[in-house]
């Protein structure tokens, strides 16, 4: 779910030409991925992931007996603690989505916390539930491109990404940015989308279950979790600990969108469901209660949850590889 956080995209025509799509799924994509049009299709998908997945645009590790949104706020409060988060620290959420992993941690951490997001209406939105929650003077939002953040060095008490940065094209950039506005002495925390030690590229099920994450995620290039690490030291961090958080969900992550296991949260998912809810958005769209386009996005995102679920299953991705790094006090 991270593809429906604001981060930097990859360039529309780079991104069609590394991902296998079929002649009419190109030609809707060419038309819709011009300059012009990029943040038309973020919009769709942004409604449409709110509507069937929450406020909050990711995915989390569960325990038995847990709720999926417990476990999503559980996924939240996790980062607040590594993080050591407490009243009167400032706090940055890289690639924040419309809000609801920041209004989640402020409310459990007493923090004020600034969202960056340089998808406009993610903004506009996050501003509205913002308000609506009663946060709109404790946390702002800010539109920019983490790869080239609005913000002085050694702003934040603490920053973290929930499934963002994976979106970088230039990850050790990225996280320099991001090590630039941290205070020295303190940490950034992360989820990032990874392929596990488990993928192997020379296993074509493998190449086509990543190609298709790709597309329906909108991902340029799943980096390795080693790749990740790697990225960091360059970056100038210093790694405290690490782990694929996937490894301790009692209740696999995937859950949601496999289409054969039935569960409350994941009606829209099973074979029945899907059916119900691709009529339902066909219908709305014929009729003009939804944005033309959202019968195709919807689509899309069938595809990505299928190759999700094979990806979880076969252990070669994983959407919740964790880190917790320090800026060091000084460059020596």
């Known amino acids: 779910m991270g593809g429906m956080r604001g981060r930097e995209r990859p360039t529309p025509l780079t991104w069609l030409e590394r ?4 002649e009419s799924e190109e030609c809707w994509l060419a038309g819709y991925f011009g300059e012009e049009k990029v943040n038309k299709y973020y919009d769709l998908v942004t409604r449409y992931v709110e509507y069937t997945w929450g406020e909050s645009f990711h995915f989390a590790s569960r325990c038995k007996g847990e709720t999926f949104r417990e476990s999503i706020k559980r996924h939240e409060h ?13 706090v940055l959420d890289v690639g924040c989505g419309i809000g609801g992993p920041l209004r989640e941690i402020a409310r459990f951490s007493l923090t004020s916390i600034t969202g960056l997001n340089n998808n406009e209406y993610q903004i506009s939105r996050a501003k509205e539930l ?6 709109s003077e404790s946390c702002k939002l800010v539109k920019g491109n983490f790869m080239d953040m609005p913000f002085p060095d050694n702003t934040f008490d603490g920053i973290y990404a929930i499934e963002a940065t994976s979106y970088a094209t230039d990850l050790v ?30 296993n074509e099920k493998h190449q086509k279950i990543k190609a298709d994450i790709e597309l329906g995620s909108g ?11 790697e990225a960091l030291k360059l970056a100038g961090f210093e790694v405290v600990w690490e782990r694929d958080r996937s490894l301790d969900s009692e209740v696999p992550w995937y859950l949601p969108f496999d289409a054969f296991k039935l569960a409350i949260n994941n009606f829209r998912s099973i074979a029945i469901g899907r059916c119900i809810t691709r009529s339902v958005v066909s219908m709305l769209e014929f009729v003009g209660l939804a944005p033309a386009g959202s019968s195709k996005v919807h689509s899309f995102l069938e595809k990505d949850g299928d190759a999700l679920v094979e990806g979880g299953r076969d252990e070669i991705f ?5 880190f917790l790094a320090r800026k060091p006090l000084s460059n020596s």
Do not use: W
Request: aromatic share 12%.
């Open 130 to 135: 913002n308000r609506l929650a009663g946060f």
């Open 173 to 202: 950039a990225c996280y320099k940015e991001i090590c630039r506005v941290l205070k020295p002495g303190q940490c950034f925390a992360a989820y990032e989308l990874c392929l596990t030690d488990h993928f192997d590229p020379r």
């Open 19 to 22: 991902h296998m799509v079929t």
């Open 78 to 90: 996790f980062l607040a603690l590594q993080l050591g988060l407490k009243r009167g620290m400032k």
């Open 318 to 322: 994983t959407p919740m590889y964790f």
């Open 219 to 229: 991902l340029l290039d799943i980096r390795t979790t080693s790749q990740c690490l």
